[in-house]
């Protein structure tokens, strides 16, 4: 499995709990609602980093200002 990092600052006191994959991908499968919940944000925050991207794309292709 490929490691990845982030770093993170809170802007208030908070809680965190820390979950292996296996157990991510057991909360997702017993809670389908959770999951669809990250779906639909995961999808938001997809569509809002490459809009301007396919908007550019589309620019270019019609040879548009």
Do not use: C, N
């Not at 499995?1 to 499968?29: C, K, N, P, T």
């Not at 944000?41 to 548009?64: C, E, F, N, P, V």
């Amino acid at each position: 499995a490929e490691r990845r990092s982030a770093d993170v600052v809170a802007i208030h006191a908070s809680r965190l709990i820390r979950f292996s994959s296996e157990a991510f991908r057991g909360l997702l499968e017993a809670h389908p609602p959770i999951m669809w919940s990250l779906v639909r944000l995961l999808l938001k925050r997809l569509k809002q980093a490459t809009s301007g991207h396919i908007q550019t794309l589309y620019d270019m292709a019609t040879g548009a200002p």
